[in-house]
Every structure is written in C-alpha cells, then in structure tokens.
C-alpha cells in the first residue's frame, strides 16, 4: 500500500462513523445515553466528547494490544480498558467541569456500557493496525457527537426555549416541557429516524431509477 | 460396541492457551488500569475537593445577604457550638459544619447550615441562611440534586417556590402549603409537578432546624452576652 492509498483509507475509516455508519441513527446504538442526557445542547456535547475521548483512547490501546490479548478474553480486556478511561473522564470531568459533571450525573460511568465502543473494538480495533483504529474511533465518536448535539439542540429549543442556556424567546413563549422529559426523547428520535431513512431510500430510488435508464 | 454418538464431543482447539496465559493478560490489564486510575485519582481529588469547598463558600455568601465574612462552626459532645480546633478529642474531618456570617460592622447575620435529604431521585443537599433572633429562614439554595429535569428541578429554579424562604418563620414548624393557599409566615408554597421534590426540601429544612436549633439558640445567647458587655 502506498502512502496515497493508506491516506484514502483513513478518511473513509474516519468519514463513516459520520454519516454512511452514524452511530446513533444508522445503527441505533448507545441510545441510552441517546435518549438521557440530551435534554440541553451542552449536556448533548459534553456527553459526545467524553465518549469520544474514550472511544478514541481504548479503541488506541486494543489496537495496539491485539496481538498479545487471547480471543477468549478479549471482551473482558477490553472492558477493563474501556472502565479506566471512564473512570478516568469521570474524574477529570468533575475536576475541570464541575457543573457539567453534575448535570450528566451517572450517565459518564454508564458510558462504560455503551454499546458502540465495545461494538468498535470487537468489529475494528481488534482486527486492524492502530492508526486506523484510531481514525475509526475518532469518526464514530464525532458522528455520536453530532447526533446527540443535533437532539439536544432541538430538545433544548423547544423544551427550554433556549440554547446553550441563552434565552432565545420573550415571556410569551410556554416551553414544551415534554421535549426535555423522556418521552420527548423518544419523539423526536422516532421523528429523526423516519426523516434519515426517507432521506436514504429516496436516494437508493433515484439511484435505482437512475441504472434502468441507463 | 461402544455407540460413538453418545461419547461427548468435545473440540479442543489446539491453539487453546492456558488458563495461566489467560489470567496473566487479565492481571496485566488490570494492573495498568488500576495504576493509571490511581494517578488520575491523586491528581483530580484536590481539584475536586477545591471546587466543591468553593462552591459552598459562594453559596454562604448567597444565603446570608449582606454577609461578609464568616467563620465555620462545629458540635462538640456536649452539644455545644465551638470553633473548629477548640474541641479536645472528639473532632474529626467528617463533624457536620455549620457557618456563621457576619456583615460588614461585624456583628452577627445569621447562620448558613447545610442539610440534605432524599428527593424524587438521590439526596437533595441544600444550604440556607437562618436569622436566630428572628428565627426565620432568610435564604437558600440547593447545592447537589438528581431531580427530574423539567418537573423536579423546579425547586432550584421556581421564583414562587424560592420567594418562599426569604423570611420563613420556623416556628412552631415549617410547614407545606398548596399552591396559592400560603397564609401564615411558617408556611412553604409547594410546586404543582415538583411536589415530592418540594416536600423533600420542607422536610429537610425541618430535620435540619430540630437538629440544629437548640445549639443555635445556646450558642447565641451566649455571645449576645459578651457583646453587651464589650460594645
């Protein structure tokens, strides 16, 4: 493989996770956290971060460790890395952002669980060289990202009438309150999800109409 | 004859690594990952205890309006209030603290005391300011809660329901009211939707004030008296 190619590979490994193979609304993982903290765009984001910074990290040292770890234990290894960089995110976050750390409460530990991390080491990590494994991670964490921003902006709009905490309406407006509760969550996910999957077969149609044509 | 289908068929890959192999990798990982938390640990608990420390002293000055400087406080076995490092023996990091502020002349403002108690979801831990001669409540603020966005959370942000502790007379006992019905000075407008978590602060402050109170009003009486003789 030549420098060219290697460097095309990348951005694919790294564009994927953004659209084509979006976390969260193309393979409707990790809705947990999806659905619980993106009741403001900031919470939204800082979630997105954290779990891109451990999706990156553990994603680096499975990758580089793959050869030495049995198949028989690998999930387990890869849990106790994925535990100590969550654990880690988890203190750092209440050093350098206590506010935040507040707000999102028990959902960082529960990134452990998050299923699109252990999704990517056992799909990926565990079966490519590092520098790869890294640009997959980094794409499907900025695509977790993106998602959980694009949720917690609407929710916050609608339910709070704000945006990052800034008041974007005067008194008259009443806020949704039921976007910020859970079954907003679901709502809009719901609504999110018919719009990608219109968006996609639409495509796939002009697509195929596009081949009998010729 | 021996059937052979009813032999066990076990497939032993010849690969298989030993379970010494296997708990070697598992104690290695482990032990990287407990040395990198550790560090972690160590570096981010100071951090951590620094912030949470000031983010109690900016709520003291927030319950106590009018507070300048103040000066914690904590029990010692006879139930008294004394300054920290006066207590021969008894003392340890986790005595329950309490504040006392002071205002710009000098003379006493109030007491701002922590308190905490189960809510819709997790403790709710407050902090509010208690004016002992006129045994009223002059201020307050949540400082930890795990309520439910939108319904429960109500209790840091509700205009009404904060109006309430301005001046909140804890005597005979706080007491709920409903929304609207708040005709006496000890009593506590609730929140519609936030109701659980409403009482939880009421209760709280209850708990608080009986825990509190007898020490408090000692405590006063006995500076109250020093203050008359040296003005």
């Known amino acids: 493989m030549n420098s060219i190619e290697q460097s095309g590979r990348a951005t694919q490994e790294l564009v994927k996770g953004l659209w ?41 040292l499975v990758s580089v460790m793959r050869n030495m770890i049995p198949k028989q234990v690998r ?49 990926f990590s565990y079966k490519n060289p590092p520098w790869l494994s890294v640009m997959d991670a980094l794409g499907m964490g900025l695509g977790f990202m993106c998602s959980l921003l694009t949720l917690g902006t609407i929710r916050e709009i609608l339910g709070s009438g704000s945006l990052f905490g800034i008041t974007l309406f005067g008194d008259k407006f ?6 910020v509760l859970p079954p907003g969550g679901f709502l809009l996910l719901g609504f999110l999800l018919v719009f990608i999957n219109w968006m996609k077969f639409g495509r796939l149609k002009t697509k195929k109409a596009q081949v009998e044509n010729g | 004859m021996e059937d052979k289908s009813l032999q066990p068929e076990i497939a032993i890959d010849p690969d298989e690594p030993s379970s010494l192999t296997l708990i070697m990798t598992l104690g290695v990982a482990g032990f990287f990952s407990g040395l990198i938390l550790v560090v972690s640990y160590f570096y981010t608990l100071p951090v951590i205890e620094r912030n949470k420390e000031q983010s109690l002293q900016e709520a003291i000055y927030r319950v106590l309006p ?8 904590i029990l010692n076995s006879n139930n008294e209030l004394v300054k920290p490092g006066t207590v021969s023996g008894g003392e340890n990091k986790s005595s329950k603290r309490i504040f006392l502020g002071y205002n710009d002349k000098g003379s006493i403002l109030g007491f701002a005391i ?36 939108g319904l429960g959370d109500k209790i840091i942000k509700d205009k009404n329901f904060l109006a309430n502790f301005r001046a909140l007379s804890v005597e005979p006992l706080i007491e709920p009211a409903k929304p609207g019905k708040k005709n006496k000075p000890n009593q506590v407008e609730t929140i519609t939707g936030a109701t659980i978590s ?34």
């Open chain 1, 20 to 60: 084509k193979e979006n976390p969260t609304f193309i393979a409707v993982l990790g809705m947990c956290p999806t659905l619980a903290v993106t009741n403001s765009a900031i919470n939204g984001l800082a979630m997105g971060l954290a779990t891109t910074f451990v999706l990156v990290g553990s994603c680096f």
């Open chain 1, 75 to 123: 999930i387990t290894t890869f849990i106790v890395i994925i535990a100590t960089f969550v654990t880690a995110v988890d203190q750092l976050l209440e050093a350098g952002f206590p506010k935040i750390h507040k707000e999102l409460g028990a959902f960082i530990a529960l990134i452990v669980v998050n299923c699109i991390i252990l999704g990517r080491q056992e799909a």
């Open chain 1, 174 to 179: 009443e806020p949704w309150v039921i976007m």
């Open chain 2, 66 to 73: 009018g507070c300048q400087k103040y000066e914690a406080l």
């Open chain 2, 114 to 149: 922590p308190a905490s108690e189960p809510g819709f979801a997790d403790l709710i831990t407050l902090l509010y300011g208690y004016e002992a001669q006129g045994k009223v409540i002059i201020g307050f603020e949540v400082l930890e809660n795990k309520e439910t966005p």
């Open chain 2, 198 to 231: 409403s009482k939880a602060v009421i209760r709280a402050l209850q708990n608080s004030m009986t825990e509190w109170r007898q020490a408090i009003d000692g405590y006063v009486q006995k500076n109250q008296l020093t203050y008359n003789q040296n003005p």
